[in-house]
């Protein structure tokens, strides 16, 4: 770290890469305008923030995904202060599934990719794996997720009074069974898996997100950054490219699997 890192404004920064912005995540209010387009593209990405955020972290990436084509979707699932997500990882996964299944119905979307930053991505993951997820989304990035778990998790734990308001924290800890339930149930083929992580994020470390593909899972796929925080992965330019060509990649491959 340079000294220039060790002033005020430098830790401020790095606090903000990490956490996120005070007055633009936490302090603003939680609604945004809701757009009922998203269906009318011909590519619909759903973004999922993580524990303890709203979905105002998504400002930036859903412009950049507006601007290139594609439609977004993302949903306020409420928490502490109706706004602060900390629902177990289950229920919000649940709550997920009845939510899309009424959007599809009411407006013709079929399929979609997601994007989930940290507790996001497991929710995501969740989805697919046992609600019934894998009939509706073409692909998954996640974003600092911590698919083996983390060790910052116990800091959620004062969040929630150990457990008592959610099992979210509990479920993201390294062993927990909610972790293990996912390793036991294999990712489906078909759908295109991306980790997309950094050497220098100190909410979910390097090691928590990268993927362990066995043999014949080459649909899981891992790309590593360095020099983004935990927050920054949803606003970073180089991390969009990434969720971008991953983007483009299973889109390409679903069409041909369409065609045949």
Known sequence: MALRDLTPPGLYRAARDQLGSIRRVYLRSNRIVKRGDFARYPETVLLL????QT???WEV???RLRHDG???LSFDLGGVLWR????????QAAIIADKIEGICARTGLSRFHVVGHSMGG???RHYVQHHGGDRRVKSLVTLGTPHHGTPTAFLGLSVTMGGLLSSSALEMLPGSALLRRLRRTPFPAAIPLTSIYSRHDLVCPWWASRLEPGPGEGHLQNRELRRVGHTGLTHDAGVYALVRAALEDASRL???RAAR
């Open 55 to 57: 979905r105002n972290v």
């Open 122 to 124: 497991l929710i995501a």
């Open 254 to 256: 679903h069409a041909e």
């Open 49 to 52: 923030n993580g524990f303890f």
């Open 84 to 91: 602060y997500q900390i629902r177990s990882i289950a229920e």
């Open 61 to 63: 990436m859903e412009d």
């Open 70 to 72: 594609y439609g977004v």
